[in-house]
């Protein structure tokens, strides 16, 4: 921006302002170039999310299944298997719907109304129907509409943070242009529209967002593993046994019979909802922390992350700055205080101090646009909060505002002296840089002095301004300009300021080092003061590595070198930079969660394996491509979002655990039937097994979903391992499946064998078949029960377990009961499955998978205590 002064005063308003558009003009024009709205990125239609969720590849095998099913003349397996991949699928897609609905009310970023002249008169218009060659009126707080060039500027300064990174105000020239979003912190101006919508800058780094390629989540990544590698199992097996079948001298229809069975029992038809809906809760309880979720997957992502990119002002601190030190020839002030508000405690050095504090604060008001103000019951920055901050500081102190009529001159703020004066009453009253202010000052043992105490302030990590005056002539003429007016200045004072760390920060950023997590600070700030805020919340030590964004390395691989370490502090840094470093940290390995809230930061969010942005501060385009939206703009939020994503990452580690112990139970019958030749009948037959994963199953494996973070969730690094390993895989079919199938047989053979049947003999048929089924699948429902406490840890046994902790599992269980006693004892529902109510003695066996799922599943978790005792 340009440097030289502006004219002081308000815009005019007159006959001699420009008059700006007509209406019919405007109105020419807004049809012919359209809205000023930003290019939306292109969403499927919701059709189309439907139809996606299902026709991924293990819908497309139940697909299959169920033509196969009606192929075979087994209709009423078709249809319930058509209904199954349904309702999983809306299930998916309403839960994803809602997600997306959720942020889209977030979109704040353009106003909806702003001030411009048309028909000579000032209006207000809806920002939308702006058009190139609008006059608008801008003042301090509002937010720029689109691309503007300033043709009046009177003390202009904005805050391009939101574009650039750059948390310090701009000052506006004539001639100058200002970008869509900005947001003007103080004085006024008459701007010309020079672009809208599409053509903006704003648009250009949306653009840049939405070309962005988006990697899948690790979550999916490990789904689509599991999904892929269970779904080549079950069509091996599924063509293995019909060949078998058709060897062994059975028809082909039983043997298709026979082939969907075994598939059908291998597909844990309830797993994608159970991940859907495990993930649904996770989001919920993160809204309930102030954490909106955009993406399922970006729950469990959240559980995997181990480096963390967030920036400072908003995120780390609290995005309000506050005179928190002064010092006055007479002696040091601590001001003890919070936010704006015009009540704090003052602790002074001598009472002399509190007296010199009021005029120091009186005189760098009298130069000071911004003010803190009285806004939805709290208090607020009005312009540049550093302006708004003395203004605090004088409303604490009682000083008296400077009379406005009074004002003899004013020179505004500039880059190029970095200081603001005024001539009011006779004095001239500056405030600016400490090094800009103390050379113009007179070599007194004062000035050596405030020299002294900026080192003081400054090694504190405050940002100091400089408060000094000088008396005139009452009847000489103002300065003729300010270089003339700041000579010879008397040291009234330093303001040591502070933009204070957000409540809980610090306790956040340990909680990620004992987490394994690690995290950088990434910011357009200043490095000076991203420094002194990392080492107030704990970020860095006295070894800290401080990186500029113009000095990283060009190379990808030696950047994440340089930064895969915690602790490290990047200041200036620019939206390219930021998309570099979460390449590189990907690159290394890291699952990398981005925080950002400007458009400048959309492509990096995107980059990264989860973006992270503000929903108080930050922009539209931010939260577009973020999937995770902070609804409290604070870091704390974050880690309690991580402790809730590894909580989920467990918990689908418990239902799969859970469903595949159900699957080797379904397919022991089909097994058994198969090596027998078919002469040992099936205790199990294809609608069982989907009554069982639907009907009996799903409830306990949802509630297993909702299982809350276990004690020391955060105390250990993140899960690396996949989701179906060898721990799962042992766990399974080596310990639950086992003890549960071997129950469920036994059931079934006791049932014949009471009944009078003997070895060697062929099996009977009717009722007690029925009933030896009814047996089996009665294990089956039971040991699952049992199953779903021991999945509720893989240490602690069920009578170690505080069972209240999730109420929703005992609903659950209890809800599944009630299912079988249903599926046994309703005839339409027994007849549809081919069972009947067991015999006691098949009861009674059946009841036994009980305490044999719970006694071999103590005896697995003592041997892991011994063998693995940290685990």
Not at 58 to 71: I, K, N, T
Not at 287 to 293: G, I
Not at 444 to 465: F, I, K, N, P, S
Not at 718 to 725: G, I
Request: one cysteine or more; proline letters at 6%; charged letters at 20%.
């Amino acid at each position: 921006m340009a440097n030289e002064p502006s004219t002081p005063g308000p815009p005019a308003d007159g006959d001699t302002a420009p008059a700006g558009l007509t209406s019919a003009e405007a109105g020419a024009r807004l049809a012919r170039d359209g809205p000023n709205r930003l290019p939306l990125p292109r969403q499927p239609s919701p059709a189309r999310q439907l139809l996606a969720q299902m026709t991924h590849f293990f819908a497309f095998m139940l697909w299959v299944a169920a033509v196969l099913a009606f192929l075979a003349g087994l209709p009423q397996l078709g249809v319930a298997i058509v209904v199954i991949v349904i309702v999983n699928g809306s299930f998916a897609f309403a839960q994803e719907y809602r997600a997306e609905r959720a942020v889209s009310e977030l979109r704040d970023l353009v106003p909806r109304r702003t001030t411009v002249r048309r028909d000579g008169r000032r209006t207000e218009v809806d920002a939308a129907d702006l058009v190139v060659g609008d006059l608008v009126l801008l003042e301090g707080g509002d937010r720029v509409s689109a691309d503007l060039e300033a043709i009046e500027s009177h003390s202009l300064r904005v805050d391009e943070s939101l574009l650039t990174g750059e948390s310090r105000p701009v000052r506006v020239a004539v001639g100058d242009h200002l970008p869509a979003g900005a947001l003007v912190v103080e004085g006024e101006a008459i701007t010309r529209v020079v672009a809208i919508g599409s053509e903006t800058r704003l648009a250009a780094i949306a653009r840049l967002t939405q070309d962005t390629h988006r990697s899948p989540t690790p979550l999916a990544r490990e789904l689509g593993r599991v999904v892929h590698l269970l779904a080549r199992v079950a069509i091996g097996v599924g063509v293995t046994f019909f060949l078998a079948g058709l060897g062994l001298g059975i028809g082909w229809n039983d043997g298709l019979v026979l082939a969907i069975g075994v598939t059908v029992a291998l597909v844990p038809e309830g797993l994608l909802p159970t991940v859907t809906l495990s993930l649904a809760l996770g989001a919920q309880r993160m809204a309930r922390e102030h954490a909106l979720v955009r993406r399922l997957e970006a729950v469990e992502t959240l559980g995997s992350t181990t480096f963390i990119c967030t920036d400072k002002t908003g995120t780390l601190t609290r995005n309000e700055m506050a005179v928190v030190r002064a010092w006055t020839p007479g002696g040091t002030a601590r001001i003890k205080g919070t936010g704006y508000e015009p009540t704090a405690t003052i602790e002074a050095d001598t009472p002399v101090t509190v007296t010199a504090l009021g005029e120091l604060a009186r005189v760098a008001r009298a130069s000071s646009t911004g003010r803190a103000v009285e806004r939805d019951g709290g208090w607020a920055a009005l312009g540049d909060p550093m302006d708004a901050a003395i203004d605090a500081l004088a409303n604490r102190t009682g000083a008296p505002l400077v009379d406005q009529s009074a004002v003899q001159a004013r020179y505004p703020f500039d880059p190029r002296r970095r200081r603001a004066s005024v001539v009011a009453d006779d004095v001239v009253m500056v405030k600016g840089a400490p090094d800009s202010v103390l050379p113009r000052c007179r070599d007194d043992a004062a000035t050596g002095a405030a020299h002294a105490a900026l080192d003081a302030l400054t090694a504190e990590g405050l940002r100091v301004l400089a408060v000094a005056r000088r008396a005139v002539n009452p009847s000489a003429p103002a300065p003729p300009d300010a270089d003339t007016a700041e000579s010879d200045l008397e040291i009234l004072g330093l303001l040591g300021f502070e933009d204070p760390p957000r409540e809980g920060v610090g306790a956040a950023v340990q909680a990620c080092r004992r987490a394994g997590v690690r995290v950088a600070m990434v910011t357009g700030d200043h490095p000076a003061t991203a420094l002194a805020v990392a080492r107030e919340v704990g970020l860095v030590d006295d070894e800290a590595t401080v990186l500029i964004g113009s000095e990283l390395p060009a190379a990808d691989d030696e950047l994440g070198a340089l930064l895969d370490r915690d602790g490290v502090v990047v200041a200036r840094v620019d939206p390219e930079d930021k998309l570099r470093i979460a390449h590189a940290l990907r690159s290394r390995g890291h699952v990398v969660a981005m925080t950002g809230d400007g458009v400048n930061d959309g492509p990096a969010l995107q980059e990264a394996d989860i973006g992270i942005a503000m929903g108080r501060s930050g922009t539209d385009v931010a939260r577009e491509a973020a999937d995770l939206v902070l609804l409290d703009d604070h870091f704390a939020t974050i880690v309690a979002a991580i402790e809730q994503g590894r909580a989920t990452y467990a918990n689908v580690r418990r239902f799969l655990t859970y469903h595949l112990t159900d699957n080797v139970a379904e397919l022991t019958p089909f097994v058994v039937w198969g090596l027998s030749g078919g002469t040992i009948p099936l205790a199990l037959g294809v609608l069982q097994v989907l009554c069982l994963d639907i009907g009996t199953d799903l409830l306990p494996a949802l509630a297993l979903g909702a299982e809350p973070p276990a004690a020391g969730t955060l105390d250990r690094p993140p899960p690396r391992r996949h989701l179906l390993d060898r721990p799962v895989l042992a766990r399974v079919f080596a310990v639950l499946g086992p003890a549960e199938a071997a129950v469920e047989m036994a059931a079934f053979f006791v049932t014949f064998l009471a009944a009078g049947w003997r070895p060697g003999e062929p099996f009977p048929g009717g009722s007690i078949a029925l009933q030896a089924s009814g047996a089996a699948f009665t294990a089956v429902v039971v040991g699952q029960m049992a199953n779903a406490f021991a999945c509720r840890s893989t240490r602690r046994p069920v009578w170690r377990q505080r069972l209240g902790t999730n109420r929703l599992l005992l609903f659950a269980v209890a809800t599944s009961l009630a299912a079988l006693a249903g599926f046994l004892f309703i005839p339409p529902l027994a007849d549809l499955l081919d069972q009947a109510v067991p015999s006691l003695a098949g009861f009674g066996v059946a009841l036994l998978a009980v305490p044999a799922v719970l006694a071999v599943d103590g005896l697995h978790k003592a041997r892991l205590a011994r063998t693995h005792p940290f685990g």
